[in-house]
């Protein structure tokens, strides 16, 4: 406040020095205009008026903190995964058909003998078919061998020889002839212990069918005779066993044996 009342009382000597300066006016002697500024500003610096009050405080306000804002990074690179392709379901109401296979009714029964068996094994009922003819009965005879066996059937007067081997058969015609000697090559070698020679009519097959005695080998028994039960069907022929077996005969000369 001091120096601006200083400040206005020179600007004020000077107006009035100034006012009285126009053509006319006295002529102010060199140094008296500043004498006369001095003693002003000595005379306003006396009259002012002292103050107790402090200077005011200075607040200062503090400046807003500065951080360092990171420049962002590069983003990292979009990796744009495949989309995967849905297929919808559709819904569908038709149920799904299980095709089954429906029985053949056939219009012959299957020996009772039989069916039980056969029934265990569709497989081989499929083959077969059903049957051609009725249960039939006869007398026959069963002789087993090293690697097979043979049946004679006394209605047909037909033999089959089975071969283990491979699985086949054949059907040779009874040669022997009531009378005839049972054994038709006594020249073959000595009968190995624990084992026999073929008579009668296995024998003729034995000894004079090419193939059936290495086929088969020795006998491990005597043929017996028994009664027994056989059918024919449409792929196939069935007969039972001298111990109620089951075997068959397919079209393709195959046999199955069922216990």
């Given at each position: 406040?001091?120096?601006?009342?200083?400040?206005?009382?020179?600007?004020?000597?000077?107006?009035a020095?100034?006012a009285?300066?126009p053509?006319?006016?006295?002529t102010?002697?060199?140094?008296v205009?500043e004498?006369?500024?001095?003693?002003t500003v000595?005379?306003?610096?006396?009259?002012?008026?002292p103050t107790?009050?402090?200077p005011?405080?200075?607040?200062?306000t503090?400046?807003p903190?500065?951080?360092?804002?990171?420049?962002p990074?590069s983003?990292p690179?979009?990796?744009?995964m495949?989309?995967?392709t849905?297929t919808?379901?559709?819904?569908?109401?038709?149920?799904t058909?299980?095709?089954?296979?429906?029985?053949?009714?056939?219009?012959?029964?299957?020996?009772?003998?039989?069916?039980?068996?056969?029934?265990?094994?569709?497989?081989?009922?499929l083959?077969?078919?059903?049957?051609?003819?009725?249960?039939?009965?006869t007398?026959?005879?069963?002789e087993?061998f090293?690697?097979?066996?043979?049946f004679?059937?006394?209605?047909?007067?037909m033999?089959y020889?089975?071969?283990?081997?491979?699985?086949?058969?054949?059907?040779?015609p009874?040669q022997y002839?009531?009378?005839?000697?049972?054994?038709a090559?006594?020249?073959?070698?000595?009968?190995p212990?624990g084992?026999?020679k073929?008579?009668?009519?296995f024998?003729r097959?034995?000894?004079?069918?090419?193939?059936?005695r290495?086929?088969?080998?020795w006998?491990?028994e005597?043929?017996?005779?028994?009664?027994?039960v056989?059918?024919?069907?449409?792929?196939?022929?069935?007969l039972?066993?001298?111990?109620?077996?089951?075997?068959?005969?397919?079209d393709d000369e195959t046999w199955?044996?069922?216990?």
């Amino acid at each position: 406040m001091r120096a601006k009342a200083l400040l206005v009382a020179v600007v004020a000597f000077i107006l009035a020095a100034l006012a009285c300066g126009p053509s006319g006016a006295p002529t102010l002697e060199p140094g008296v205009l500043e004498t006369a500024v001095a003693q002003t500003v000595q005379a306003q610096l006396t009259t002012s008026e002292p103050t107790d009050q402090p200077p005011p405080e200075v607040t200062e306000t503090p400046l807003p903190a500065i951080t360092d804002t990171p420049t962002p990074s590069s983003p990292p690179p979009v990796t744009h995964m495949p989309t995967p392709t849905v297929t919808p379901s559709i819904p569908t109401d038709t149920p799904t058909v299980v095709q089954t296979e429906t029985p053949v009714s056939c219009a012959i029964d299957t020996a009772s003998e039989f069916e039980p068996w056969l029934n265990a094994h569709p497989e081989i009922l499929l083959t077969l078919g059903c049957p051609a003819g009725e249960r039939q009965q006869t007398w026959a005879a069963e002789e087993c061998f090293q690697h097979g066996r043979m049946f004679w059937q006394q209605d047909t007067g037909m033999i089959y020889i089975l071969y283990d081997g491979t699985g086949t058969f054949q059907i040779e015609p009874d040669q022997y002839v009531e009378g005839d000697p049972e054994d038709a090559c006594p020249e073959v070698g000595d009968v190995p212990a624990g084992l026999s020679k073929p008579v009668r009519g296995f024998n003729r097959q034995w000894c004079s069918t090419a193939g059936v005695r290495d086929g088969l080998g020795w006998a491990l028994e005597e043929e017996a005779g028994y009664d027994a039960v056989w059918q024919e069907f449409d792929h196939g022929y069935v007969l039972q066993s001298r111990a109620n077996h089951v075997f068959i005969f397919h079209d393709d000369e195959t046999w199955d044996y069922i216990e």
